[in-house]
């Protein structure tokens, strides 16, 4: 049993940074592959990034690459997502989540964090 919270979302300005982080509980944290989804009003949730139980790889969706890093941190049970010239269209909740294997859909992970709120103005 995994429980998530994230934390480090607010308001920023377009062309600026932010760096949410996911805390777990449960000791095995570091068997799960971790990820972030974000969901905007109105449309449904989506992958943004994912990374391996050992962090050696990395996955992000197609509009964030080059923008967004995730990383995670085993010994302190975190993982991050550095999140960098960011878009009005990034807006949205950003979820973590963790599963046992990679995947980029909902269904492809088992735990969930309630959400943390990222709004990026223009």
């Known amino acids: 049993q995994v429980q998530l919270v994230e934390s480090g979302g607010g308001l920023v300005q377009a062309g600026g940074s932010l760096r949410l982080s996911c805390a777990a509980s449960?000791?095995?944290?570091?068997?799960?592959?971790m990820g972030w989804f974000r969901q905007a009003p109105g449309k449904e949730r989506e992958f943004v990034a994912a990374?391996?139980?050992?962090?050696?790889?990395?996955y992000y969706g197609d509009s964030v690459k080059g923008r967004f890093t995730i990383s995670r941190d085993n010994a302190k049970n975190t993982v991050y997502l550095q999140m960098s010239s960011l878009q009005p269209e990034d807006t949205g909740e950003y979820y973590c989540?963790?599963?046992?294997?990679?995947?980029?859909?909902?269904?492809?992970?088992?735990?969930w964090g309630q959400g943390t709120q990222v709004t990026v103005s223009s």
């Open positions: 989540a963790g599963g046992i294997n990679y995947g980029v859909r909902v269904s492809d992970y088992d735990y």
């Open positions: 449960g000791r095995t944290f570091s068997r799960y592959v």
């Open positions: 990374i391996t139980w050992t962090g050696g790889r990395t």
